[in-house]
DNA sequence: TCATTATCTTACCGTACAGTAATATGATTC
DNA sequence: GAATCATATTACTGTACGGTAAGATAATGA
């Protein structure tokens, strides 16, 4: 179920937490330490508590293997979550949001 | 200038700030006391230094007319300020926001 | 013109919430 | 059991929001 609006920015309002998902879109899956290590101004625990609340928003998801908890990001909970709000402002977007969508699909 | 993506997420983080700006997407411009009537909860004061805040981040613009302060959305601004970030994700997309792309192209 | 009213902005203050560090607890591997 | 990793809890702190009140500017009216 896709996230309530004012959720969903009252959890990206935290840089930490975008340049979390910002990793975790770039590689595959990581696990805390990995992700703390992007954050050496961070204690882990400050780290642990940020994926918890982008767990709780779904817009993580972690597996378990061993002693490590590897986390990714959930880019379809993102997406659907975030829909809602751009479709009010989308109707005035042709320009950025095409050009976006041109060079994805024309990759260099 | 498009605005920095933390200062976007740390703007567009408020309730009401956001339904603000929602507001002013639907009617063309609205002076302070009428976007006030629509927060009951809140001062006229309040409503002003919310949108003092969007206006120093330009996503809305003022016009005066005499004692009235006309705002209305800064469309192209949101768009741009938002479009960095977007694109990080949007190669997960294609559903979601093709279909908000579908829905605007043949309006029922 | 002077006072009054209306609209919007700014200044000040109290409060509540969110982020961080530190610590403790729990879980897993060796 | 010892060591490592992840999470939970607590305490501290800063900041952002909201209200009240005051200030600024413009229209209205005697």
Not at 82 to 107: C, F, G
């Amino acid at each position: 179920m896709p996230l309530d609006t004012d959720e969903l920015f009252r959890v990206l309002a935290d840089p930490t937490r975008r340049r979390i998902l910002d990793l975790l879109s770039e590689k595959e899956s990581l696990a805390v330490n990995d992700i703390g290590k992007a954050f050496p101004e961070l204690v882990t625990s400050g780290i642990s508590k940020h994926l918890m609340v982008l767990r709780a928003a779904d817009l993580v998801t972690a597996t378990r293997d061993g002693r490590h908890q590897y986390y990714s990001v959930n880019a379809k909970a993102l997406e659907e979550s975030l829909a809602p709000w751009l479709s009010k402002y989308e109707r005035y977007w042709t320009s950025a949001l095409e050009r976006l969508r041109d060079a994805s699909e024309r990759p260099a």
